[in-house]
């Protein structure tokens, strides 16, 4: 389920047996396990066991049939659970085929996990990073909340600026919010000079003023990013990482979350790799690679200067898009 209708379901008084939290997002899984403590369990020193993700069955087993003192259930979490199908065999399985009343099972995972889906009783919790426009409209109410006007585009750009990272979304929302008080404004130029850009996301909008032929605005960031302490050679290897990305999320035909695997990115970061690659020729990304890559190689050899193989290249990049 998504985690939406999770958070209905428990704010209804409903509790399933078993939670997988599945998902890069660490925002989502950690309040959904709060969300769950706070409205199932009492007296948590008492009540909640967390077991370390080498446990064997015998341990696990033994938390979940104990009876919670003074509270509806006894909650056992896990995280970073990734347990083979061996595990389940024997009482294990049949707990989950049966669980106890009393007992809850809260894991917490940032990876798929096949082998706990196939077991009986398990509810998975979507906890993938949120699109922007989610994320928008949670950014927005939280500063109504705080008696904070933001508009739609700048709560859009906030989110972008931190990947979708739900967690630096909230940090950022609640600096901006006590930044800019009660009946403030949160305006565009509040963010981009209080909440930080990282290199991945300003390599990502330098590409993307490239595709969309913006030149000059694409030389800006980079005249930033080594404002801001990026050496041209760190710039270099990270355009080349992020166009090789291009270049195969557009010539890859694999499911968006396979080719996530495949790149090494959460999914989130495929699917907006997978999005811009379209804007480009895939004929103009292999020129590009092999451009950075011919870069990378002259100037860790010794045969040309960073910052002049750097820029040269850059602008070979942008003439040839």
Known sequence: MKYAEFKMSVENGQCFPVYLFEGEDAFFRERGFSLLKNKFVTEPDLNLTVLDSACTKEQLLSSLNGYPFMSEKRLTVLREFYPKQDFFKGGLKEYFENPSPFGLL?????????????????????????DAAILTRWVKGECQKNGVTIDAETAKTLCEYCLCDMTRIETETKKLCDYSGNGGTISMETVSSMVARDTEYKVYEMTDYIAK??????????????????????????????????????????PLGELATALGVKEFAARKTKEQAAKFKKKALKQAVDALCDADYKIKSGLADANERMWLTVFTIMVER
């Open 106 to 130: 809260v894991v917490l995972n940032e990876k798929p996990c096949e082998q706990l889906k196939k077991q009986a009783g398990v509810t998975v919790v979507d906890c993938s990073k949120q």
């Open 213 to 254: 032929g913006k030149v000059d605005l694409a030389l800006e960031v980079i005249t930033d990013m080594m404002s801001k302490g990026e050496t041209p050679q760190r710039i270099l290897t990270s355009v080349y990482n992020y166009y090789r990305r291009l270049l195969h999320a557009a010539i890859s035909d694999l």
